[in-house]
């Protein structure tokens, strides 16, 4: 089962392939990066997990979009 599902994630950002192109991008920070994590507690052990984790929350958005 895919965690956060699917329709929390379309809540804060409409487009799968946009969900797809940021986590992809927040994952590469996550990894590249120290200490960039914006959540304390993440159930995802690998950076796209907390990429993922993090749009669901509200802290990552697409490039140009902000709430």
Known sequence: MLYPPLNQ???????????????????RELEDVEDTELL???SSKKAVGRALEEIAEGKVYPDGVQN
């Open 9 to 27: 994630l379309t809540a804060k950002i409409n487009s799968k392939y946009l969900i797809a192109t940021t986590a992809a991008k927040r994952a």
């Open 40 to 42: 304390e507690r993440y």
